[in-house]
């Protein structure tokens, strides 16, 4: 199962609006075939490795992540393809949420005499599903916020400069979390500050329009590793007021039609037609009653194409007005051994916040060292 979860996250970020799956078929100790789910409308990952095994796999176990589909889509049930072929057992790691699907694949196959196990590495396969299942459930993709401090919580200094806090293997950790989204978003001060890329700089991350490039930022990737546009990642800068300018690189660069602005009608008065220039898109969503964008409206939309999991990079008043509206499913908080120890320095949450009476407590999931940095994950409890 290990090694199916393995290969399920080669899939993350790229299969939307489906679940990255990996599947292994063995029989005794011999592995007989593996495969993962690539993008959507291609085979799943069952199908992969099955036919990996060239028709012998009849009495072998299958391992699979997510409950095998038994319905009609853009592909047939693969239920269907493991009766085909007579696997003697099918190894679950976790039931598959969607209410087309919950238990009944399992069910087809029990009846139909194959043994069923599930909840084998359960946790670990849900990791991957995350996203899925709370898009199925909700309409709304699941929303990381990704902040890098110092260990006062400080993510910038006085004079807006944050590069760079943390180390080269956490900001290598970042683009294997940028690899694993749909969605990266930042909001306007981020942009106005940074002039970031917001690209994936992992090889073999995909390319939708062939770009690839050298990163021109000093520091942000290992030597020879190249800057390019993960295949349908796309980039969403929050600017209420139009205060990004039009020649960032998120508006010019070649994958500008991957880039959307959301904002307010104030924004679009002011710069629709200079940020659409290169074929970045303006959703214009109307605004909050505190003339800010209104963010859940802007989940709904990118819910509604299909995106299923967003990764926040972009600025402490973003992050505060996502977590004030209990928009944040999870956090991956870097710490570097620094402190600023100044009141003016950007805080990573800049939100109206909460009395310690009534705080939320986030389950902590994993701690882990990246050089001198170390990362806390938590998510909702």
Same mark, same amino acid.
């Given at each position: ?10 899939? &993350? ?10 599947? %292994? ?8 075939? !593996?495969?993962?789910?690539?993008? +959507?409308? $291609? ?8 036919? +990996? ?14 409950? =095998? ?27 598959? !949420? ?21 909840? %084998? ?9 995350? =996203? ?7 309409? #709304? =993709? ?16 006085? !004079? ?33 500050? $940074? ?21 021109? &930022?000093?520091?942000?990737? =290992? ?30 660069? +070649? ?10 009608? %104030? ?17 214009? #969503? ?12 802007? #989940? ?23 977590? $004030? ?6 956090? !991956? #908080? ?37 050089? &001198? ?9």
């Amino acid at each position: 199962m290990r090694r199916a979860i393995a290969l399920a996250r080669r899939g &993350e970020g790229r299969t939307r609006p489906n679940p990255p799956v990996g599947a %292994v078929v063995v029989r005794g100790d011999s592995k007989l075939g !593996e495969g993962f789910h690539r993008r +959507a409308g $291609d085979a799943h990952a069952e199908v992969v490795a099955l036919e +990996a095994c060239r028709g012998q796999a009849r009495g072998a176990t299958l391992y699979v992540t997510l409950e =095998p589909c038994c319905t009609h889509g853009r592909t047939p049930p693969c239920t269907d393809r493991i009766l085909h072929e007579g696997l003697a057992r099918v190894v679950v790691g976790c039931r598959d !949420e969607n209410g087309c699907h919950c238990g009944r694949g399992l069910e087809v196959l029990s009846k139909r005499g194959v043994e069923v196990v599930y909840g %084998v590495c359960e946790e670990e396969a849900r990791d991957l599903t995350r =996203p899925f299942f709370k898009h199925v459930t909700t309409g #709304l =993709p699941y929303v990381t916020v990704k902040l890098a401090m110092t260990l006062d919580g400080r993510i910038a200094d006085r !004079e807006h400069r944050a590069k760079w806090i943390t180390g080269a293997a956490a900001r290598a950790e970042v683009q294997r979390l940028r690899r694993r989204a749909d969605v990266m978003l930042v909001g306007a001060g981020t942009v106005c500050a $940074d002039d970031p890329s917001l690209l994936c700089r992992l090889r073999g991350a995909g390319g939708a329009d062939g770009l690839v490039r050298d990163t021109k &930022e000093s520091g942000a990737s =290992p030597a020879g590793v190249r800057s390019v546009p993960q295949a349908g990642l796309l980039r969403v800068v929050v600017d209420a007021s139009g205060r990004t300018p039009a020649h960032a690189q998120v508006y010019t660069d +070649a994958a500008a039609a991957r880039t959307v602005v959301a904002t307010t009608q %104030v924004g679009a008065a002011r710069k629709a037609a200079a940020w659409a220039l290169h074929g970045a898109q303006v959703w214009t #969503l109307g605004a909050a009653d505190d003339g800010r964008v209104p963010l859940e409206l802007l #989940l709904k939309r990118l819910g509604a194409a299909g995106y299923l999991h967003v990764l926040c990079e972009g600025g402490g008043h973003l992050a505060g007005a996502l977590q $004030d509206a209990g928009l944040v499913d999870a956090y !991956e #908080l870097f710490y570097a051994p620094a402190l600023l120890g100044d009141s003016r320095a950007v805080g990573a949450l800049e939100g109206r916040g909460t009395l310690l009476a009534d705080v939320r407590r986030w389950r902590c999931v994993d701690v882990k060292r990246f050089g &001198e940095d170390v990362r806390i994950r938590v998510r909702k409890a």
